[in-house]
């Protein structure tokens, strides 16, 4: 079945420092994808999305993530953590035949240490 | 600029009891979806709908029931209500386009004891 994996429930880092959450997609037909942010109590913003066209894409607050065709992976990354980066992440994929309707990860959280 | 209106934000309910989770988009989105979320689960797609008349059943729709008799609105309807059923429940929308991915609503937080 095709799904989204997401490595590591929870990731801390400390403010300043590299974000690195990853994201992995299990189809043989390369999917449009998504990272959204959510905050505590809130519903799911949209981070950036890949669809096809740079590999490498920027999103808002200074995330970027980075679509790997040859390792089936769409990680975000952002050089510098500031503490409102604390959330949960979650990567959602469009597969090929389902038209809008996405799959997603289990989720990340980021803790950001001061 | 509304995007999904999701009512109500908190509900507690008895076992047993029924209830409906209210959804409104105004952005004309011809796709809705009912998700639920469970800490370290993701997100779960229990219901879709590809336009006004049409509904599917996702991932986990057992204990659940959806209409779609207008564009704007996709109400969730949950019948004799399960301890199981404790939950965050999210209504979102897009338009027919793999690349839009969704408008998300707030969330509806459901208590069942």
């Known amino acids: 079945a095709q799904s989204v994996t997401q490595l590591g429930s929870h990731v801390s880092v400390s403010e300043g420092a590299l974000v690195l959450l990853r994201c992995n997609y299990s189809?043989?037909?390369?999917?449009?994808l998504f990272w959204y942010v959510q905050y505590p109590n809130q519903g799911l913003q949209l981070l950036l999305k890949?669809?096809?066209?740079?590999?490498l894409v920027k999103g808002i607050n200074g995330f970027e993530a980075e679509f790997k065709k040859s390792e089936t992976s769409f990680h975000l990354t952002k050089p510098s953590a500031h503490m409102s980066d604390a959330a949960e992440y979650f990567c959602?994929?469009?597969?090929?035949?389902?038209?809008?309707?996405?799959?997603f990860g289990q989720g990340t959280t980021l803790q950001v240490k001061p | 600029n509304a995007g999904v209106t999701q009512t109500p934000k908190f509900r507690i309910l008895k076992i047993g009891q029924s209830m409906t989770l209210q959804c409104a988009q105004d952005m004309n989105h011809n796709y809705m979806y009912w998700y639920r979320q469970d800490p370290g689960m993701g997100l779960k797609l229990i219901y879709y709908?590809?336009?006004?008349?049409?509904?599917d059943k996702g991932e986990v729709p057992n204990g659940y029931n959806v209409s779609r008799s207008t564009t704007e609105d996709f109400p969730l309807r949950l019948e004799l209500a399960a301890p199981s059923q404790t939950s965050v429940y999210f209504c979102?929308?897009?338009?027919?386009?793999?690349?839009?991915?969704?408008?998300f609503g707030s969330g509806t937080r459901l208590t069942v004891v």
């Open positions: 890949y669809t096809s066209a740079a590999t």
């Open positions: 709908s590809v336009g006004a008349g049409i509904t």
């Open positions: 189809s043989s037909v390369p999917p449009y």
């Open positions: 979102a929308s897009s338009y027919p386009d793999r690349g839009g991915g969704y408008t």
């Open positions: 959602a994929a469009s597969l090929s035949g389902n038209t809008g309707k996405l799959i």
